[in-house]
């Protein structure tokens, strides 16, 4: 189905599933611990051995011998896997570094064994035995001393330029009459998901099959058939259960590969697991950020020049923090610039982690927009509100190509950011948020508000889906598709109930199998928009072929309770496929509407913070998210997209920092006891609200993404807040105490 125009009214718009709170149809089975992970899956294949990865034990060098005769004669090995005996890989089209390294080390913690054995502890025992003798070189780990030679990176996601210019910047900049230059600098991230990464790996001949914890299906067999240099067809890919991703599994990474390279040098099944100490440092992570913002702007609060800039690491190859991209769209502002620095750094492969870019610049940007609007004497909303845009400021004209820039200025589809804004107000109570820093106080608390906006753009990818009708009556849908915890079973079965008139207890939904026909995928906040608008086209198509057995005239049928209806004829869906089943298949893809018109999601951001003013200890009181994001396809699994992304915001704001040890060149607190996370203790009452909006523009569903809304802008609402709280200026992510006890105002 090709969406080339607005999308009208259509099956979707009934809403008697698709917009109802819909409990989760995989829940029971998360519950009861049913549910088959990855490396839960022994029910798949008999006889599975267990693989132990070795880690680098240096950032940069060489491995100059590896004696593995320790290893190799300890109880129960099987088989050890290394550069030497591999074979010829190749790399991973989305993979910066390799994924199996030496004798070359790329990055501490890079996988350069695997000791496969009978049991999990003879394989790590074995793997302690390993003797392994390294020449170290001088690596580059430090982003701060490598900013200044920093070049400009190359395109970021496309053709989208790393710099972009519009009107003189520099010029307006120096001319108005107030201004703000300042540097926000955050810290290296880690996705610490629940569920690390982990694969079965199984052959059958010269097929490969792996059952493993990955988001993105069709990307894993590309990824993994290169790698291994071998057909595509030949190899099949399952993820029906994901613990978490946030992108840290958007890629093929080393357990993937090491358990097919395991399971083919010991001749069976193979399960891999990544320690959790190896993760930080073995996976990808989000890049360190310095960002200067630069922002101009007359008496009145109008702003005449705006300008973003970020450095950020990642190893050579690799792509920068896209961290001031929203900025080109975000504020109005004659008279702008972006700049995306990238340095080469020899830490773990930097890469897609929750709304990359958006979560990182917000964070700045957003700080940034208070610090101007006090400096102004305005209200934080209201500068905001003042300097609101209908229309793309910057629509990624190239600094370095004036002669060809794309001066446009596209509409966005809709855009209620000051709706977001101004709801929001009124609900959390701004009125009472006081005027002057430090100066509300409960007991030995010190209390405050902060606001901060959302934004991130609606990525629109094509996505494919197989659908059936049996003599049951049962709709079973078939696709790609991952459910990385974000309830895409759900609003799966719900797109398919709904237009197919049928009951969400007559659909069986399959998902996450390389067989399946390819879909968008879980990432991005794409998912559940593209998917569904896959099933969508499925269906209509399924819709077709019902018609035509049951020869009715499709204008005037409708399809309710499991039947199709004509006039005063009915037929239920069971009869039609009595003899065989009915089978559909069909995928959306898209035109140029997300070209004409820009679609994007917005919100608003409000917090409540307590800081002790004594211990300067922060604790956030209370949270309101407002979001704009098209048609809401299931309010209860949105909303608990949404405050799973606050709380992460609330971990990048207080705690959350891989700390790098710049001599040896690795993140040293590697794991869940010093890589501070939130927990229940730490957050507090959440409230969610989705404005009611559709998106004809978007898809046929009307909907847009959902899940990295929910973490854009909340870092700076509470670095906002703890500023109301206390008069500090934090610019230095995490906020943590040794920031600011020196600058708290006396106790009284």
Known sequence: MKFDTPATTNPVDALKIIGQPVDRIDGPLKVTGTAPYACDRHDVVDNQAHGYVVGAAIAKGRITAMDLAAAKAAPGVLAIVTAENAGTLAKGRRNTAALLGGPAIQHYHQAIALVVAETFEQARDAAHRLQVAYAPAKGAFDLEAAKASAPIAKPIYGQDPAATAVGEFDVAFARAPVQLDA?????????????????????????????????????????????????????????PFIGGGFGGKLFLRADVVLAALGARAAKRPVKVSLPRALMPNNTTHRSATIQRIRIGATSDGTITAIGHECWSGDLAGGKPEAAAMQTRALYAGEHRMTEHRLAVLDLAEANAMRAPGEAPGLAALEIAMDEMAEKLGMDPIAFRVHNDTQVVPDNGQSSTDDAKADTSHPPFSKRPLVECLQDGAKRFGWDKRAMKPGSARDGRWLVGMGVAAAFRDNLLTKSAARVRLDRRGVITVETDMTDIGTGSYTIIGQTAAEVMGVGLDQVVVRLADSRFPVSCGSGGQW????????????????????????????????????????????????????????????????????????????????????????????????MLAVCACGRILNPKTARSQVIGAMTMGVGAALMESLVVDRRAGYFANHDLASYEIPVHADIPHQEVVFLDETDPMSSPMKAKGVAELGICGVAAAVANAIYNATGVRVRDYPITLDKLLPHLPGVV
């Open 183 to 239: 540097t926000y600098r955050t810290a290296d991230e880690s996705h610490s998901m629940m569920e690390p990464h982990g694969t079965i790996a199984a052959w059958d001949g010269d097929q490969l099959t792996v059952w493993t914890s990955n988001q993105m299906v069709g990307w894993a067999v590309d990824d993994l058939a290169r790698t291994l240099g071998m057909p595509r067809e030949k190899v099949h890919v399952m993820s």
């Open 527 to 622: 998912g559940g928009n593209n998917a569904t608008s896959g099933v969508y086209a499925a269906c209509m198509k399924l819709r077709e072929a019902v018609l035509k057995q049951a020869g009715f005239d499709g204008r005037e049928a409708t399809f309710a309770e499991g039947a199709v209806h004509s006039g005063d004829r009915r037929v239920t869906l069971a009869s039609l496929a009595d003899g065989r089943d009915l089978v559909a298949e069909d995928g959306i893809e898209y035109g140029d509407l997300d070209k004409r018109y820009r679609q994007s999601t917005f919100g608003a951001h409000f917090v409540e913070v307590g800081v002790d003013a004594a211990t300067g200890e922060t604790r956030v009181r209370r």
